[in-house]
């Protein structure tokens, strides 16, 4: 008997962007799978950052589309440029050198949820475990320019998980790092991905590659190939 493929988390259709004349790339349909660690390669240039950013919304997409269906198996269609408050609640972005504002780093991992509307109290409780996932808490008091840069990685890794997106897409989160605070990133992202989410990653960062369980997808010449090895 086999075994049915769980439907797709999210797909997004007619993805396409030209830089001049070169296309960087031009994706007719793309599934994000459910609860999958996925790293994007490919060689400097080839698109993957921008990619990332027009399915976070960050960048127009005009013509493409995203489709997905609830729990309650409700299916929805819509454009994905500008990107719906349905959406933009279910994706969290961390670009690869993360902006911090100019106020306490429990400030900054509290933003988005103040944004969003939500009483005070369960703020305080996300924000609270939060902090101890990134191990941050002895710096939940600190600015963000006292922070070493690993310090920094953790804290915008707190930021988009207490948000509890269905979909990271995190872009080069060690590229910056060496030794110890390398190694905390990884364990970080090796944790939201082991937690069921579906986490992608531009990366060239071979312990992230290899990861267990991670899946890796490769974009060159214009097109996106998902089943690499």
Not at 147 to 163: C, D, F, P, T
Not at 198 to 220: F, Q, Y
């Amino acid at each position: 008997m086999r075994t049915r493929t769980p439907a797709p988390l999210l797909t997004v259709r007619g993805l396409s962007r030209r830089v001049g004349a070169r296309k960087l790339f031009d994706i007719a349909e793309l599934d994000f799978p459910r609860a999958t660690a996925i790293a994007l390669t490919g060689v400097n240039g080839a698109g993957k950052s921008t990619l990332l950013r027009i399915v976070a919304g960050l960048e127009p997409a005009p013509g493409a589309t995203a489709s997905w269906t609830d729990a309650d198996g409700t299916a929805h269609t819509v454009p994905l440029s500008p990107l719906p408050m349905s959406l933009r609640r279910r994706i969290a972005y961390m670009h690869q050198h993360p902006y911090l504002f100019r106020t306490s780093v429990r400030e900054n991992i509290a933003y988005g949820l103040r944004h969003h509307g939500l009483p005070r109290d369960e703020i305080d409780r996300r924000v609270g475990a939060a902090l101890g996932w990134a191990g941050v808490v002895h710096v939940q008091d600190t600015a963000p320019d006292k922070l070493s840069g690993g310090e920094i990685q953790r804290v915008a890794l707190a930021r988009a998980k207490v948000l509890e997106p269905d979909l990271l897409l995190l872009d080069e989160p060690t590229s910056s790092l060496d030794g110890h605070a390398r190694e905390q990133v990884i364990a970080l992202i090796g944790e939201l991905a082991a937690e069921g989410r579906t986490v992608v990653m531009v990366c060239h960062d071979r312990e992230l590659i290899n990861l267990p369980g991670v899946v890796r997808w490769k974009l060159g010449e214009g097109r996106l190939d998902t089943r690499h090895k």
